[in-house]
Nanobody, 114 residues
Framework: QVQLVESGGGLVQAGGSLRLSCAAS????????MGWYRQAPGKQRELVAV???????NYADAVKGRFTISRDNARNTVYLQMNSLKPEDTAVYYC????????WGQGTQVTVSS
C-alpha cells in the first residue's frame, strides 16, 4: 500500500519560512520523480517543484529563488524549503510520487498572513 504523508504546514507571516516534509512508503522511492504541488481556493492544482531520481530539479516561476526541493533517499523523504513566503503562497500543498503510476498525499495547509 502506497502512502505519502506530508507534514510541516502551518500559519506563518509574510517573509517567514516553512519546511514541508513528505514521507513515502510502499514505493521504490529512489526511482520515483517526487514533486510538490499546491491548490489555492478556487484555483486548479499547480506544480510547485519537482526533483528527479537523479536529483535534477525544476521550479515554477512563481517560487524560483525562494523554494528549494530536496530528497533523502535513505529516509524515503522529500522536502520543500519555503523562504520569503508571500500571501499568494497560501494553499494546500500536496506531495506527488510518479514513476509508472502517480500517487498523492493528503495535503498540508500553508497559510501566509500579510
Amino acid at each position: 500500500q502506497v502512502q505519502l504523508v506530508e507534514s510541516g504546514g502551518g500559519l506563518v507571516q509574510a517573509g517567514g519560512s516553512l519546511r514541508l516534509s513528505c514521507a513515502a512508503s510502499g514505493i521504490i522511492f529512489r526511482l520515483n520523480v517526487m514533486g510538490w504541488y499546491r491548490q489555492a481556493p478556487g484555483k486548479q492544482r499547480e506544480l510547485v517543484a519537482v526533483i528527479s531520481s537523479g536529483g535534477s530539479t525544476n521550479y515554477a516561476d512563481a517560487v524560483k529563488g525562494r523554494f528549494t526541493i530536496s530528497r533523502d533517499n535513505a529516509r524515503n523523504t522529500v522536502y520543500l524549503q519555503m523562504n520569503s513566503l508571500k500571501p499568494e503562497d497560501t494553499a494546500v500543498y500536496y506531495c506527488n510520487a510518479e514513476r509508472i503510476k502517480a500517487y498523492w498525499g493528503q495535503g498540508t495547509q500553508v497559510t501566509v498572513s500579510s
